[in-house]
């Protein structure tokens, strides 16, 4: 019951003018972002960084979970409208939305996909209530070994099982450890790669960082493929649902807001899969398989919901444990850690105030984007019209700008533009960006940790693996990593007995 | 000699569409319709879709018009579309739809149409929407 009252006393804490305007503000911005392909709520979070230095914590975080609630729901948008998915978790929803959308139902595509997004929204960050406190309570007690091998099960979530290839998400995981390690050792005192250059003694700011990776290497990757075929305007009309398209539509928005949730809370989660399994799901479910491929109401509904439950899931580690699963949480950590707290176990603790309103806006922005997204989808369908020049010129002068205010020195401005490089490269070469943030946010985290542990045991090597915690940690870490090699012995070995 | 007319797939284009069709058979000569969409946005209203260009071929070969229809998928300007294709076509008239716009609308956006009649190499026929 403390958990209602906290989150009572939350929503008291949220309804102020301000704090609800931070909430629209961040919606809107979120959709808007979310609709346009290519710039994320990841992108903006950071683009946002360097302002939101300067103002209360509660609003900004206000203004960051509108944005990342907000880009879930706009990337539908463009996945149904353009079967250009906004963003990766808005993938699976293109198969059937967009075929939806070419047969003349935009509309109640779009229709379930909002309703849907807000049925799991609110569904998810309720579970997100409750589940919460009670990972704190667990976590509070975990020592500096057990917090090294789940932030090394974090790692290797976001670099082996999501995306395509471990070898480049390992590749960039370990490309943002050593962006991450850059800067004066806080033990010894001794400068590691900084070249000698002084301005490096400090290490690099994460808003450079993400900035550089996520707003200045996506402009440079769009520059470099510009021209396009435009596409036609596809008829929107206002969002409703008949009594067949919403009889069709509210179980598979349940079974999507339960895969998605515990996907998103787990390291390692994302949206991508729970997404795909709710999709599989409703296909082998549905009275109507026939109509899968052809536009089936249930293959948006379920994985729409599933995205937007995902997202609430992430904010489980990310609050109680101080562990980004996605992006846009990740940046959501660097903030945290840029007004001074500690993110971990006793953020809740020290800040409940912070957290609970955060929770509670969150209940109110997805209501705030349900008002705003049924009636106004033609309006959002409209920024697709937008000239990408005026666009990307935008971002790249509000990244130049925020980089530049960190610290008001004109190295930043050359560093944005090598990350800048980097990023564009990793696009260029298919290396997910996820995995980086993740390396440059918590490895010094996993560093400290480590370097903890082994003082605790004198340098004895055992005190990284005490705790039943760790253990299980790293059994998973190596069923992960060992799996592929394991499942191709028995294959053969099956195949061999087979042969005899 | 040909007729050149820029399609666009709302009324204003209709009416040059007509408009054009009865001055190509007036002046006895072929029909060139353009459909012009820009390279550099994600949807463009005015591009017309498949459907709309083979019905509006439809139509013309109904009424038994020499006609030609192209759309025009790179660059960003409409009119340099328009006066490129007249000056290498020998155009001999250009037929164009035109619309009222409000004081606002002239400052933020550059007409078309605009830069379409003061730079053209022919006679420009300008069709207000019915």
Redesign the interface.
Known sequence: MDNISALIAGFGDVLTPVNLLMALLGVTVGTAVGV??GIGPAMTVALLLPITYGMEPTQALILFAGIFYGGMYGGSTTSI??N?PGESASVVTAIEGNKMAKAGRAAQALATAAIGSFVAGTIATLLLAFVMPQVVEFAISLGAPEYLAIILVAFVGVSAVLGSSRVRGLASLLVGLTIGVIGIDFVTGQQRMTMGIPQLADGIDVVVVAVGIFAVGEALWVAAH????????IPVGRPWMGREDWRRSWKPWLRGTALGFPFGAIPAGGAEIPTFLSYMTEKRLSRHPEQFGRGAIEGVAGPEAANNASAAGTLVPLLALGLPTNATAAIMLAALEGWGFEPGPLLLEKQPDLVWALIASLFIGNTMLLVLNLPLAPVW?KL??????YLYAGILFFASMGAYAVNSQTFDLLLLLGLGLIGFAMRRFGLPVLPLIVGVILGPLAEKQARRSLQLSGGDLSGLVGGPVAWVCYAIIATVLLWPLVSKVIRRFHTTEVGA | MTVLVGYVPNALGEAALTAAVEEARRRGERLLVVNM?????????R???EEQLARVGRDLAELGAKFEVRQV??G?DAADALLGLAEQEGVSVIVIGLRHRSPVGKLLLGSVAQRVLLDAPCPVLAVKAA
């Open positions: 346009l392909p409208l353009l250009t510009l021209r396009r075929k435009a596409a036609e305007v369908a697709l019209q937008i000239p990408r020049p | 969409s820009r390279d550099d946005v994600l949807v463009d209203a591009r017309a879709g998928e790179d960003n």
